[in-house]
């Protein structure tokens, strides 16, 4: 199974079907399923957009270094301004929730399910569990 870590909250965020849209620095051209890993990093969560991030999770537990979701990875779009402006505009949380930046990517995730949490060492990169 392809799996893709993540730092917390934002492999929660999906879980909850809060966020549709991963952002990244590189492209991918992989489409299918997809699981989702959260890394055992933790990020300060004294800093504000964390704060508000993990509001959205509505006091859901935080799991670290576990898969916790399946999706359809069902595109990979380069962000120019035009795209940027119309998530920032029309979906404003999706837009909180990512590193929306000309020359950046958006990866399209369809079909969120959350599973049975399995524990797992993450990796860089989409990588096979």
């Given at each position: 199974?392809?799996?893709l870590?993540?730092?917390?909250?934002?492999?929660s965020?999906?879980k909850?079907?809060?966020k549709?849209?991963e952002t990244?620095?590189w492209?991918?051209n992989y489409?299918?399923?997809?699981?989702?890993?959260?890394?055992?990093?933790?990020?300060?969560?004294?800093?504000?957009?964390?704060?508000?991030?993990?509001?959205?999770?509505?006091?859901?537990?935080?799991q670290?270094g576990?898969?916790i979701?399946k999706?359809?990875?069902?595109?990979?779009?380069?962000?120019?301004?035009?795209?940027i402006?119309?998530?920032?505009?029309?979906?404003p949380i999706?837009?909180?929730?990512?590193?929306?930046?000309?020359?950046?990517?958006?990866?399209?995730?369809?079909?969120?399910?959350?599973?049975?949490?399995?524990?797992?060492?993450?990796?860089l990169?989409?990588?096979?569990y």
């Open positions: 199974m392809k799996v870590s993540l730092m917390e909250p934002w492999g965020l999906i909850e079907k809060v549709y849209i990244r620095s492209k991918t489409r299918g399923e997809l699981f989702i890993h959260t890394s055992l990093k933790k990020i300060p969560k004294n800093d504000e957009r964390i704060k508000k991030l993990i509001s959205l999770l509505k006091n859901k537990d935080i670290y576990c898969i979701a999706c359809k990875l069902v595109n990979c779009v380069y962000m120019d301004e035009e795209f402006k119309k998530i920032q505009q029309e979906k999706e837009f909180m929730c990512g590193e929306y930046k000309i020359g950046r990517y958006a990866w399209i995730l369809e079909d969120i399910e959350p599973i049975e949490p399995i524990s797992a060492k993450g990796h990169g989409i990588w096979n």
